[in-house]
């Protein structure tokens, strides 16, 4: 496991539907790191199991072992947005603290996406949802529509990228937000770039055009409900739920821990709003 301990690690955090794949792609233009957006062992096929065991044997025994014996770079990047559900913690409490980007989309474009997809949480299988084990729970979701469960998707990872961020922060760590406007211009991906102590792109093998993956004949659909009623419904049936505590961070005592994820929240809520349109 020599190999891996030397190797950087840096994931991103982020709903999806928000440019993770072209992030990969961007970042192939970075020299001497590693750059994947959803390669194997894929976090998606253990995702259900996150929600009710840790995942920390698939770290030890699956993903780390390949990155270690298969990657030669020195900065390994995974893009999935799969890593934000249930992938982080178990890697904390072994003791190994990525860099960690905070990928983000307003929240209803976000939402729209997924709904337009088809992918609705708790009604598809690599999606976290409400019922599942998470820092945001929503009161009466299952006579929630799918768009406001797609909404409240949004908010609850918004939620997640608030509390890793001070978790790798408070670690040493880095963690950069960014955004799907900023990182498809020049200036905003090297600012990333910069921000993450990574070498100048070859700009000759970037470029900002981003590839819709919604389908085109479904891609201004709209629900037929009013958009802002069922978002302020999210917003009022929004709970904290505290099934999903870090239990061992280093150099973090539990009671700390679940002070800060009761303490982020309520901010978390207020500055999130404003995204929401």
């Not at 539907?17 to 992030?23: S, V």
């Not at 040493?172 to 990574?198: H, M, P, Q, Y």
């Not at 470029?207 to 709209?222: H, K, R």
Request: charged fraction near 25%; charge should be negative.
């Amino acid at each position: 496991m020599r190999p891996l301990i030397d190797k950087r690690l840096i994931f991103v955090v982020s709903t999806g539907r928000c440019g993770t794949r072209f992030l990969a792609g961007a970042f192939s233009s970075v020299p001497d790191i590693a750059a994947f957006h959803e390669p194997d062992p894929n976090f998606a096929y253990e995702l259900r199991q996150s929600q009710f065991f840790s995942n920390a044997p698939f770290w030890k025994d699956t993903k780390l072992p390949a990155i270690a014996n298969n990657i030669a770079e020195d900065v390994y990047i995974e893009t999935s947005h799969y890593f934000g559900g249930g992938f982080f913690e178990p890697l904390l409490e072994m003791g190994i603290v990525p860099d960690i980007i905070l990928l983000k989309r307003p929240f209803r474009d976000t939402a729209l996406s997924f709904w337009r997809r088809g992918s609705i949480p708790s009604k598809k299988f690599d999606l976290v949802g409400p019922d599942d084990h998470v820092y945001l729970g929503l009161d009466g979701w299952k006579q929630m529509t799918d768009y406001q469960l797609c909404y409240w998707r949004c908010i609850e990872v918004a939620c997640r990228q608030s509390l890793y961020k001070e978790y790798v922060s408070k670690l040493g760590g880095i963690a950069v937000d960014a955004s799907l406007e900023d990182i498809t211009k020049r200036e905003g991906f090297r600012e990333l770039v910069n921000t993450l102590n990574l070498q100048e792109p070859d700009w000759s093998k970037y470029s900002e055009s981003v590839v819709n993956a919604t389908d085109a004949s479904n891609g201004t659909a709209l629900p037929d409900e009013s958009l802002d009623e069922m978002e302020k419904k999210v917003w009022e049936n929004i709970r904290v739920c505290r099934r999903k505590c870090l239990l061992n961070v280093p150099q973090g005592a539990r009671g700390s821990i679940e002070e800060t994820v009761l303490a982020s929240i309520p901010q978390v809520l207020f500055s999130s709003q404003a995204l929401s349109r």
